[in-house]
């Protein structure tokens, strides 16, 4: 079920939280509540994604990566 909410504390930014349709939940600040209610609808339209990727597999490939360009320019390796 999806569910957001922007609050505001005096003194502090916009507190954006959003509950996507599978359940995940996410929180970010903003400066504007303009930001915070764009981002909400980022996530809602990028959820398919985000729940399609294995994000072990982007890890692993991420590190991958990183150790190619360490090694590329001789640092040592992990």
């Known amino acids: 079920m999806r569910d957001y ?3 505001k504390k005096t003194g502090e930014w916009y507190d954006a939280r959003v509950i996507d349709s599978y359940g ?3 929180q970010n600040y903003f400066e504007t509540a303009s930001e915070a209610n764009d981002w909400i609808y ?3 339209e990028k959820e398919e994604w985000f729940n399609s990727v ?3 597999e982007l890890l692993y490939k991420a590190i991958q990566q990183c150790k190619e360009i360490d090694k ?3 640092v040592r390796e992990i």
């Open 5 to 7: 909410s922007i609050t």
């Open 24 to 26: 995940n939940k996410y």
């Open 42 to 44: 980022y996530i809602w």
């Open 54 to 56: 294995n994000s072990q």
């Open 72 to 74: 590329n320019i001789n």
